[in-house]
């Protein structure tokens, strides 16, 4: 029964940055896998990075390399710093627990990411 509020979207030119947090509702210390996932208009989920509890990370292969994911169990926030951005990166990105592959928690509103010059 977690929640999750993502923030830190915008508007940035290809090749910018922008750090993404996931806040929970509740402690996070006990989740083993949380993820990052994003939607482009007219198109499903896409998982793009997670974390275990032991630091281990994933990253799909269109963003890895330019994506790190990170958790701060202390203050119930999963970040996304996004560096080299391009217009493909343009979606809302969502964040969320995933057990056994499946994202389980409520879906959040997301937050947008633009990329354009």
């Known amino acids: 029964q977690v929640q999750f509020v993502e923030s830190g979207g915008g508007l940035v030119q290809p090749g910018g940055s922008l750090r993404l947090s996931c806040a929970a509702s509740?402690?996070?210390?006990?989740?083993?896998?949380m993820g990052w996932y994003r939607q482009a208009p007219g198109k499903q989920r896409e998982l793009v990075a997670t974390?275990?509890?032991?630091?281990?990370?994933y990253y799909a292969g269109s963003v890895k390399g330019r994506f790190t994911i990170s958790r701060d169990n202390a203050k119930n926030t999963v970040y996304l710093q996004m560096n080299s951005l391009k217009p493909e990166d343009t979606a809302v990105y969502y964040c969320?627990?995933?057990?056994?592959?499946?994202?389980?928690?409520?879906w959040g509103q997301g937050t947008q990411v633009t990329v354009s010059s």
């Open positions: 969320n627990r995933i057990i056994g592959g499946v994202p389980v928690g409520t």
């Open positions: 509740r402690s996070i210390a006990s989740i083993n896998v």
């Open positions: 974390i275990g509890s032991g630091g281990n990370t």
